[in-house]
């Protein structure tokens, strides 16, 4: 009895690590199984049960808290948004705000051309949540000025906190995909 006891909390205490490890609750406690077999019942116990060693589950990057990407392609066109461009690093930033509804720029929207941007938004608010940069990617080393800009607020009911920059070959072709949103003081044009 007192194996059967010592083994049922050493699996227990396993489970409960692997718990922590993953970031989930750990498992109700289970009962055992007949003493015949001396293992509770609904545990695993390695690669012979079909279970991955805890070793694999950390070889992938958790995945992000964060509210789900933007997708590309059509969206439903709604948007509130603070933009702010700056044309260098001591210039005097513009600040405006966009409002879109189905794709069309409501009265409070204060953005140089809101139609275009509302439009371009609709078509695909993935513009404005570039996907990161793989560390093999190339980009061309040419500067494409010294302006700045941030986008923060709401797309299609999902979070936007994205900024841009000239500073090479990579950065120029997001900001030149995001320029209807980045309003006539955009620069890279």
């Not at 993953?22 to 109700?28: D, I, L, Q, S, Y």
């Not at 990161?132 to 986008?151: F, S």
Request: proline share 12%; hydrophobic share 35%.
């Amino acid at each position: 009895m007192r194996k059967q006891l010592a083994r049922t909390a050493l699996v227990l205490l396993a489970v409960a690590g692997l718990a922590g490890c993953t970031g989930g609750p750990p498992p109700a406690p289970s009962s055992t199984a007949p003493a015949s077999t001396g293992a509770p019942t609904g545990a695993t116990t390695g690669p012979a049960s079909g279970t991955p060693s805890p070793d694999t589950e950390t070889t992938a990057p958790a995945p992000s808290p964060s509210a789900a990407p933007l997708t590309s392609g059509p969206g439903q066109g709604n948007a509130e948004l603070a933009i702010m461009v700056k044309p260098s690093e001591t210039g005097t930033p513009a600040n405006f705000t966009l409002v879109c509804q189905n794709g069309a720029p409501a009265a409070e929207s204060q953005h140089p051309d809101a139609a275009a941007a509302c439009t371009a938004l609709k078509n695909n608010p993935a513009i404005l949540g570039p996907a990161p940069r793989a560390t093999d990617q190339a980009c061309t080393q040419q500067y494409g000025g010294p302006q700045q800009a941030t986008v923060t607020g709401v797309v299609d009911g999902t979070s936007v906190e994205a900024s841009f920059s000239l500073r090479d070959g990579c950065e120029i072709a997001a900001w030149n995909a995001a320029k209807d949103v980045l309003g006539s003081s955009g620069g890279a044009g």
